[in-house]
């Protein structure tokens, strides 16, 4: 998921999953489409919308809203449907039921998302508030509150934008 939502580069203005041979390419690298897989311009846009709406979410959870185009894109990937998978040693695991190749990657996510939001991994999963950055990161912080995904770079950039605008309006 983290992956999936850096894959598109705001401040080097870089989309890895832009064309067919880099959708498929991302996807069988992380095993998550067969190796026949021959992604359309729909694929593509469909994985993008996919990708945007998570790092909306993952805005929220840094204190930023989720709006609701964002909400009901979520809300449509969790559509291809998801079953319960039981093993033999008594685990589970949630798994796509959709037979279209991009909608069972997406599937896959949406099931890591779900699992990480159970387990209460997924408040840790933030996007960076940072202009031009959006990066997805995790908070490794011990009470969660880290807010930028390098303070060296985002959050100093910040400050600074913040210290001038304050001598600006003085």
């Known amino acids: 998921m983290q992956e999936l939502v850096n894959t598109l580069d705001l401040e080097a203005d870089t989309d890895s999953i832009d064309s067919p041979a880099g959708l498929r390419t991302w996807l069988m690298e992380r095993s998550l489409a067969p190796g026949d ?20 979410l993952l805005h929220a959870n840094n204190g ?15 559509r291809g449907g998801l079953r319960v998978r039981f093993a033999k040693d008594g685990g589970a695991a949630l798994e796509p039921q ?8 997406i599937g896959r996510i949406v099931a890591v998302v779900f699992v990480a939001i159970a387990d209460g ?7 960076c508030p940072g202009r031009d950055c959006g990066w997805a990161f995790y908070d490794r912080s ?3 509150s880290a807010r930028w995904c390098s303070m060296a770079i985002c959050g100093s950039r910040e400050k600074v934008r913040a210290h001038r605008a304050r001598r600006v309006t003085a």
């Open 37 to 56: 897989l021959r992604p359309t311009d729909d694929d593509i846009a469909r994985m993008a919308e996919f990708r945007e709406a998570l790092r909306a």
């Open 64 to 78: 930023g809203g989720i709006d609701p185009p964002e909400l009901r894109s979520l809300n449509r990937a969790g």
């Open 98 to 105: 959709a037979e279209e190749a991009i909608a069972a990657a």
């Open 121 to 127: 991994t997924f408040g840790r999963l933030k996007a």
């Open 142 to 144: 011990k009470n969660q």
